[in-house]
C-alpha cells in the first residue's frame, strides 16, 4: 500500500506532552484510570497507513465515519467502513490503513489508564472482536468535538480533569451504544475561561500578563495569583503551552520550516523558540517532526 505523511485537508490533532500526562493525569485520581494522551480526526485520508510490529504504547480507538480501510489485529484482517470502529489494547501488534478509492474519515484517540484497559476488554468480550458496528449518533460526534476544543485550551488540572471525565463517557457510547444519549454537559464561562480563548484567538501574538489582566480589569499580580489557583499555571507559562500546542501541528501537517513556525506563533527567536518547545515537549522541534512521521 502506498502512503504519505499526515496531510489532510481539514485534519487536526492534539498529543499531550508527556509531562503534562504525568502531572495532571497519571497522578490524578479522578481521572488515572482512564486518559487521553493524543485524540484527532483525519476526513478524507488518503493513503493513511500504520504498522506498529510490537504495537502501541496506549490504547487505540479508530471510529470510521464515511469511506473505507482496513485493519490487522492480531494477524486478524478485518474490513472497515463507515460506522465501523475499532479498538487496539496496548502492546497489540497491528496495522490499519485507508482504502486508495474510497479513503475513511476517522476520529481517533490514544489513551491509558487501568479503567480504560477494562473498558477496551468488556468491548472485545462483548462483541467477540476487535471490531464492530453502530448506528451514527450526533451526540457521539458532538461528544468528540467537546473533547478536542477543551484539550485545544490547555493543560490545567481542571480542564484535563473535565475533559477526561467527558472522555470516558465518549468510551462508553462504544461499549453501550444502545444506551448512549445526546445528553452532555453544557459549557462553563467563567475565569479564567474568556481569558483562555483570548490567548487562543492571538496565539501569533507576543501577548504579556500586563495586556492579559487589563482585559479583566484586575492587577497583574492578582490576576496571576488567580490564574494559577484556577489552572496550575501563570498565564505566559499557559499561553506558551497553548502555542506549543499549535507548533506541534504545523510540525505534523505542515512542511513549514521550524523558524517559520515560530514566526507564526509570534516568537521572533528560533533559538528561544526551539528551547522553549523543547522544555515543553522533552524533544527539539526536528526530532519531533521526525518522531510523528511514523506514528498518528
Known amino acids: 500500500m502506498t502512503y504519505k505523511r499526515d496531510g489532510f485537508d481539514g485534519q487536526k490533532a492534539i498529543i499531550i506532552p508527556g509531562m503534562v500526562q504525568a502531572k495532571f493525569c497519571k497522578a490524578n485520581p479522578m481521572i488515572s484510570g482512564a486518559y487521553i494522551t493524543d485524540i484527532g480526526y483525519y476526513p478524507n485520508a488518503r493513503f493513511h497507513f500504520r504498522r506498529r510490529a510490537r504495537g502501541a504504547d496506549e490504547n487505540i480507538l479508530i471510529y470510521c465515519v464515511d ?7 492480531q494477524s486478524k484482517i478485518h474490513p472497515i467502513s ?4 475499532f479498538v487496539i489494547p496496548a502492546g497489540q501488534p497491528h496495522y490499519y490503513g485507508s482504502d486508495e478509492e474510497h479513503p475513511w474519515s476517522i476520529y481517533w484517540c490514544h489513551f491509558k489508564g487501568p479503567q480504560a484497559e477494562e473498558i477496551i476488554q468488556q468491548i472485545i468480550n462483548r462483541n467477540g472482536s476487535c471490531k464492530y458496528s453502530i448506528d451514527y449518533a450526533e451526540a457521539r460526534t458532538h461528544l468528540f468535538n467537546q473533547l478536542y476544543s477543551h484539550l485545544e485550551k490547555g493543560y490545567s488540572y ?13 468510551l462508553l457510547s462504544f461499549l453501550f451504544s444502545d444506551k448512549f444519549t445526546s445528553a452532555l454537559p453544557e459549557k462553563q464561562d467563567n475565569f479564567p475561561e474568556s481569558s483562555i480563548e483570548y490567548m487562543q484567538e492571538h496565539l ?3 501577548l504579556t500578563l500586563e495586556m492579559l489582566a487589563r482585559r479583566t480589569n484586575i492587577s497583574p499580580s492578582h490576576y496571576s495569583a488567580l490564574f494559577k489557583k484556577k489552572t496550575g499555571f501563570s498565564p505566559i507559562d499557559y499561553f506558551n503551552h497553548m502555542k506549543i500546542q499549535k507548533a506541534c501541528q504545523y510540525l ?3 512542511d513549514l520550516r521550524i523558524n517559520e513556525i515560530g ?3 509570534g516568537i521572533e527567536d528560533p533559538f528561544y523558540f526551539s528551547r ?4 515543553t515537549m522533552g524533544m527539539s522541534p526536528r526530532q519531533y517532526r521526525q518522531s510523528k512521521q511514523a506514528n498518528i
Do not use: M
Open 204 to 206: 501569533d501574538s507576543a
Open 263 to 265: 514566526l507564526q506563533l
Open 252 to 254: 505534523q501537517f505542515t
Open 67 to 73: 469511506g473505507k480501510g482496513v485493519t490487522s489485529i
Open 158 to 170: 481542571e480542564n484535563l480533569s473535565y475533559v477526561n471525565i467527558l472522555f470516558l463517557q465518549y
Open 276 to 279: 522553549l518547545f523543547t522544555k
Open 82 to 85: 463507515a460506522g465501523d470502529f
